[in-house]
Each structure stands twice: as C-alpha cells, then as structure tokens.
C-alpha cells in the first residue's frame, strides 16, 4: 500500500460516518437552534400550554443531544433513534405548522430508521437468517443473483447479503 491510501475498511468507515453526519445534521442543527433560543424556545413551549417548559426543553435538549451523539459515532443507534423519533413524533404534531414541515421530518426520521435499521431489527429480534427466509419464502427473489460481500471494522470482516 502506498502512502496515502486508505484500506478499504477505512474507507467504508468514512462513507459511514459521512452519511449518518448526512441523516444527524437535521437534528444537530435542531439542538443548536434550542441551545442558542433558550428562551424563545421555552415560550414556544409555555405558548402551546404544556406545563413545566423549562424542563420539557432540557428534556428536548438531551434527547437530540444522545440522538445525535448516538447517530454521529455509530454507537447505541437503537437508543439513540428512539431519542430522535421520541423528539420528533410530538414535533411534529404540535409545532409543525406545514406540510412541508411535517413532510421534512417525515424523511428525517426515515433518514434515522434507515442508519439504525440492523440495531433495531436486533430489537425486534430479526436476524438476517431470518429476514433471508422469510423473502425466500414469499418468493422475493428479484431475479438478480445474490452476492455476498464484506463489510466490517477490526477482527475480522461480517459477510452480509448484497442485493
């Protein structure tokens, strides 16, 4: 390997890491704007009649902040997607006045779902095995051959199914 290359794990990591900071940004952005309006944000709040808005903003506040913690580092995404859709979902409902507001944070929760799927799938006890046989058994073969490739960071890669 020459100098400046990168192997392919390395590289696989950062693409990884890119694309979760894509799906985080959303929501990083969303804990700067409450940290830096405490205020506003503590009216907006009382103004739609919740009770206690100080305190339901600090619950805000640590919600993006292990979802966003979670998303960025690859870690605990089952945990911190549940911060993130427990942030969202009462959003969503309550301060969101457009459908273009909403519609956003519909894609930004798929975005989060999407980067946390194999840690929620464990939740939900499905395994690949499982998935695997549950598409063979409903005839989900597309036509395509199946390949396999690796995927993985120290000791050793996982192989995983590509479609």
């Not at 390997?1 to 990884?16: S, Y």
């Not at 805000?60 to 870690?75: E, K, P, W, Y």
């Not at 427990?86 to 273009?100: D, K, R």
């Not at 798929?110 to 409903?138: H, K, M, P, R, S």
Request: hydrophobic share 50%.
């Amino acid at each position: 390997m020459q100098r400046g290359e990168q192997t392919p794990d390395l590289q696989i990591e950062l693409a990884l890491f890119f694309f979760r900071s894509l799906v985080a940004c959303h929501f990083v952005a969303e804990l700067f704007t409450k940290l830096t309006a405490w205020n506003e944000w503590v009216s907006a709040i009382a103004d739609a009649g919740f009770p206690f808005p100080g305190f339901m903003l600090v619950l805000v506040v640590v919600l993006l902040a292990v979802g966003s913690t979670s998303i960025l580092s690859g870690r605990w995404l089952n945990v911190g997607a549940a911060a993130l859709v427990l942030y969202q979902v009462p959003t969503s409902i309550w301060f969101e006045t457009s459908a273009y507001e909403r519609f956003d944070s519909a894609s930004a929760l798929g975005g989060v779902l999407v980067a946390a799927q194999d840690d929620l799938l464990g939740l939900f006890n499905c395994t690949e095995q499982a998935i695997d046989g549950a598409t063979a058994t409903a005839g989900g073969s597309n036509g395509a051959e199946e390949r396999t490739g690796r995927v993985g960071g120290e000791g050793g890669a996982e192989e995983r199914l590509l479609a």
